[in-house]
């Protein structure tokens, strides 16, 4: 990770102040509220993309900062949302919002980061990157309800997956990198090439992710491992699983009402013990492969190579 | 009514044909939802502030029908925030989206509007109204939480309540009106008068609104009488009522939990046959005039005498 945030190690302290500053709301309540969401570090990928897709050309830290600032606030928002959702208590060690202040409290605030977020954007005054932002945030809903509309459908194809992941998770990741290549006045060939490159990463991180809710333990995860599984959401791991064994398969069994819990445990185990999870990894593989090609027609310097390690890192089963 | 629409009552339509194109989304059951919300016809008041805003310099409807729909949306979007979190069954004689698709799916739905009206308002390539846009939702927001926070408080003094009121209602006909007037390229004197005037109109709408949850009865209202004050919410007339009878008030016995329901009944009874009622009125005509009077620095013709009625319009009781 530490060679990956090389390129931009003096710099990330700054999107740091500047989320801070998103806490100093016009009422206490609210800046101690948004204190307490902003507190939770991420490892902030998004952002850090952002900065080193910017690197290849005019770097100006006087837009690139809000809007690295603004991908994370944008994700945190999300995450806020999520976890009011999901009825999650707890986020990275930390009680959610919802979880202290209820739901209806997590919901405003999760509306005032996206809100906020919006007005860091508009600050690059770049009509192009604000336009990217607003899109960003109906694909990312679009495809979360898409997962909400899919779950308990056993028909579903890995197309559909990728597709709907591809809205969630790849397309902050993407807009992450195209708009820090944008804001740095890339030419459009360097745009289009991160751009892919922050799609694809998306892509391979999610799966990942999927991965991990099979085969990490309960501990490591902060979750009941089999979570997506058990509200009806499937992931790769389960389409896969469901294809190569379309007769008496325990997720079928479950998803249609019949014995949830022994289902759910049959389905993990078998999950786990089969090839499907090596499979996944190499698919994963495939699309950080797909991010590190997008980048060929870049010159081969420090930040390119942090994206590349990036590329890499993602696919660790390290989160 | 009809009045006031009629400098605009070509450009309304269009409006609504804005309106309609965001229901075509990019999955079936996303459209059918978003369909659902916005076939719930409002009065369009906000929309019809922006258009009638732009009517004092260069009319340009390629900037104002994406506005004004982008402000309705906005509206729409926290509509359907609140029903979530209120657990509101229906609005308008329908079926709330989170009384139908529940709340996950409503907060997600409500995300999406959010990000769609910013897109819509960044069609306009106008980075001062995308940047009032962006903090008016913040606006509203922070107005919303403070309503939350300070619910129960029994020491809340009136000027707490314009201020909250003045986030959570005033900021978006504000909105509305100044977005109008910086798109029609309006000198700043005419760009701070229609702001003014959208403010206070604001502010006399809420406080309107807030006597009629005392005043009319539950088949009007669709929703119980005193709605409010059974959440703890403290509106004009009941802060009023609190500080005339600061001994013995039944609004602080219920606050404190002691026999709720026939607390909550002497207070709206007490509150209807005391003079609070019309000094609520007062209150709000007085804001209303306010309004008015800040339309005094433009031209009198069609379109300024539609916001002079529309001031009038929204303090008679009828919504």
């Known amino acids: ?39 939770r570090e991420g490892k902030r990928i998004r952002p850090a993309l952002t900065l080193l897709a910017g690197k290849f050309h005019h770097y100006n830290l006087e837009l ?48 005032y980061l996206f809100a906020r977020s919006a007005d860091l954007v508009a600050t690059t005054g770049n009509l192009r990157v604000i336009t990217l932002f ?25 197309q559909q997956y990728y597709q709907r992941s591809g809205k969630k998770t790849a397309s902050l990741f993407s807009a992450a990198a195209e708009s820090g290549a944008v804001l740095s006045q890339a030419p459009e060939e360097a745009v289009q090439a991160l751009k892919s490159y922050g799609y694809n990463l998306g892509l391979a991180f999610q799966i990942v992710d999927d991965i991990l809710d099979f085969t990490a333990d309960e501990g490591e995860l902060g979750k009941p491992v089999g979570g997506d599984l ?21 997720i079928k069994e479950m998803l249609a009402g019949r014995d949830e819990e022994a289902n759910l445990k049959r389905a993990i185990e078998s999950i786990r013990n089969s090839a499907i999870i090596g499979e996944s990894y190499g698919i994963a593989q495939d699309f950080s492969a797909q991010a590190c090609h997008a980048l060929q027609v870049l010159p081969d310097n420090p930040p390119r190579r942090a994206l590349l390690q990036l590329a890499d890192y993602v696919i660790q089963c390290q989160r």
């Open 1 to 39: 990770m530490q060679a990956i945030f090389e390129p931009i190690a003096t710099e990330i302290p700054l999107v740091e102040e500047r989320l801070n500053a998103v806490a100093e709301a016009d009422f206490p309540q609210l800046a101690h509220l948004l204190g307490h969401v902003l507190q």
């Open 64 to 111: 690139l900062i809000p809007m690295a600032a603004a991908i994370e606030l944008l994700h945190t928002a999300t995450l806020v949302h999520d976890d009011t959702i999901d009825n999650s208590t707890t986020r990275r060690g930390l009680p959610t919002l919802s979880s202290i202040w209820g739901s209806e409290v997590a919901v405003l605030a999760g509306d």
């Open 134 to 158: 607003a899109q960003t945030l109906m694909t990312i809903c679009s495809g979360q309800l898409e997962e909400n509309f899919s779950a308990c459908d056993p028909q579903q194809s890995h």
């Open 230 to 250: 058990l509200q009806g959401v499937l992931t790769l791991p389960a389409i896969l699983f469901m294809q190569q064994h379309p007769e008496d398969n325990p």
